[in-house]
């Protein structure tokens, strides 16, 4: 589905400890430097809560903890960048900002494979076809056999977190199969309201990500002896961004890519 043509909104530069700057402001800290949390979460500082653009909104979030790689649980540590070639396994909405994201990070070292109706389900299991999906924009090095893996999980079918959990293990364990020199397995949530609350302006419930999605990432992730993390959690700047359901206006569009690509190119 096509979005409307409408101006991008203003973005700043990377303040200390995660907060941005907006046209004619100064980055502020929140809450004190931060790094990954408990279980990979992005924490930035203390709050947990990194704001973006310069209007005042448009998150990335994550939940709290400590500056450092976490430990979860296997005395495995979180594997870190530069990876030499990052792979994000999506479906349309995800599809919706890749192109303008693609040009914000080092796009050698980033591809993306993403099905229309690519639910959480079908990605858990190994025989889908889903699996033989073509690669748009391979990386430079390493498109086969790719170091990291960014999913992005959604369904409109399960709705309970055993199943949640359930369904993004088994995705794991299928891309453990398929990518055997996988250092880095990262789960993003599909994008989401200003702090995760419903939009008066659109009533679709999938933009209002639940609690037991994020809490199903986060307990596979910890299960997980370091090989998967959370990855950010991003808020829309405000609800004019979607143009209806989960489609996004063109400012939407322009501010959701650089809500990622800022993110990844501090995380490379």
Known sequence: ?????????????????????????????????????????VVMGSGGQTQMPGDGGGMVTG??????????????????????????????????????????VDKNAWQYIFVHHGYLEGWADPASAYWKTAIITPCAKG????????????????NTGEAWQTNISKVVDNIKR???????????????NPMNQPCANDKDPNIVVPQYVDDAIKAVADASAGLVTVGPKIEVMNCNWWGGGTDLTGAGNTGVEMLYAAYYKDHP
Do not use: H, Y
């Open 178 to 192: 398929k990518f055997t020199g996988v250092k880095r397995i990262e789960f993003i949530s599909t994008i989401r």
């Open 143 to 158: 498109s086969a056999t790719p170091d990291r893996v960014v999913f992005l999980p959604f369904s409109l079918t399960l």
């Open 63 to 104: 939940d709290t903890g400590s500056a450092s790689p976490p430990d979860a649980g296997g005395g495995n540590m979180l594997a870190t960048g530069p990876f030499q070639c990052s792979e994000m396994i999506g479906l349309w909405v995800m599809s919706q900002w890749w192109g303008a994201f693609e040009k914000g």
């Open 1 to 41: 589905m096509a979005c409307s043509a409408e101006p991008g909104p203003s973005f700043g530069t990377l303040g200390t400890g995660g907060a941005v700057a907006g046209s004619g402001g100064s980055a502020s800290p929140v809450g004190g430097t931060g790094g990954d949390g408990s279980g990979g979460s």
